[in-house]
Nanobody, 113 residues
Framework: QVQLVESGGGLVQAGGSMRLSCAGS??????IGWYRQAPGKQREFVAR???????SYQNSLRGRFTITRDYDKNMVYLQIDSLKPEDTAVYYC?????????WGQGTQVTVSS
């Protein structure tokens, strides 16, 4: 299994940008997805990247979210631009498809008006 740890969240003003990080040994050999869960809502898919870096996004988020990989660092990133209050959520990374047993703590993103 691949153990993943999210980081980079925090409090950001609306309109700002943030880059989240996903780290884990063996991450280069897995398709990785970013997911988020807002208060009172179900966890939803945000973006994913294949082993070779081919990306896919939730249609409603396309344009503001960018998923990238750094193979040298065994990292996957999620760049979020033009943040909106409705982006407030706990953001998780996991494999694609996600392993239900491997959800971690995630990283909290809070966007203020």
């Amino acid at each position: 299994q691949v153990q993943l740890v999210e980081s980079g969240g925090g409090l950001v003003q609306a309109g700002g940008s943030m880059r989240l990080s996903c780290a884990g040994s063996g991450i280069n050999n897995r398709a990785i997805g970013w997911y988020r869960q807002a208060p009172g809502k179900q966890r939803e898919f945000v973006a994913r990247t294949s082993i070779t870096g081919v990306t896919s996004y939730q249609n409603s988020l396309r344009g503001r979210f960018t998923i990238t990989r750094d193979y040298d660092k065994n990292m996957v990133y999620l760049q979020i631009d033009s943040l909106k209050p409705e982006d407030t959520a706990v953001y998780y990374c996991n494999t694609w498809p996600p392993n239900s047993n491997n959800w971690g703590q995630g990283t909290q993103v809070t966007v203020s008006s």
